[in-house]
């Protein structure tokens, strides 16, 4: 079946610092979507990347999506205490409707 | 509009004890689905729904059952838990689109069987 990894597992960073977590999936994907999970909390929807080679920005996060829809990545630069929690992609191939979560990439942020 | 709802937020419940996990969405979405979330991992399939009455197995159905009688409640129920049971149950819902279905997640049960 379908797997989606994700690396690293954890990462410490001085705020301040720039993030970057990765995405691979064993299978060509439809569309990748990817969701942050605060401490405690529940997934929240962040960004849906649709097109190869796509390129999409929301302030100091930036998230791409590779050329052969197979891999995508998230980079925060100058991380900031607020950006702490886990990150999942997920991704979804052509038929239905699901997703598949990678493991997720835990940031956590020393100020 | 209050997005997913989840009841309980927490249980703990005894090995071989039952128990239904509430679900409710009002924003009309025609799929739902439940996830599980183990410590530090990510979100496991369990079972999803694309209109009332359909319902069909994702990652790891064992131990789980689902029905959907209306299109706003899917109900999520543990027959015999077990310990391996213990987990975070995440339920979601989306719209019916072929290219744009951002999930929109409950709050989560936290169940712990001893």
């Known amino acids: 079946g379908q797997q989606v990894m994700q690396i690293p597992q954890y990462q410490h960073v001085q705020e301040g610092e720039d993030f970057t977590t990765y995405c691979n999936s064993s299978?060509?994907?439809?569309?990748i979507q990817w969701y942050k999970q605060r401490p405690g909390g529940h997934p929240v929807f962040l960004i849906q990347?649709?097109?190869?080679?796509e390129v999409k920005k929301q302030k100091r996060l930036t998230f791409q999506f590779g050329e052969a829809k197979k891999n995508s990545s998230l980079h925060i630069t100058a991380t900031q205490t607020t950006d702490v929690g886990t990150y999942f992609c997920a991704g979804r191939r052509n038929a239905g409707n699901m997703l598949t979560f990678g493991g997720g990439t835990r940031l956590m942020v020393k100020p | 509009n209050a997005g997913v709802t989840q009841t309980p937020k927490f249980r703990i419940l005894k090995i071989g004890q039952s128990m239904t996990l509430q679900c409710t969405q009002d924003m009309n979405h025609n799929y739902m689905y439940w996830y599980r979330q183990d410590p530090g991992m990510g979100l496991k399939l369990i079972y999803y729904s694309v209109g009332a009455g359909i319902t069909d197995k994702g990652e790891v159905p064992n131990g789980y059952n689902v029905s959907r009688s209306t299109t706003e409640d899917f109900p999520l129920r543990l027959e015999l838990a077990a310990p391996s049971q213990t987990s975070v149950y995440f339920c979601?819902?989306?719209?019916?689109?072929?290219?744009?279905?951002?999930?929109?997640f409950g709050p989560g049960t936290r169940l712990t069987v001893l």
């Open positions: 299978t060509t994907l439809s569309n």
């Open positions: 979601a819902s989306s719209i019916r689109d072929r290219v744009y279905n951002e999930q929109f």
């Open positions: 990347l649709v097109k190869s080679g």
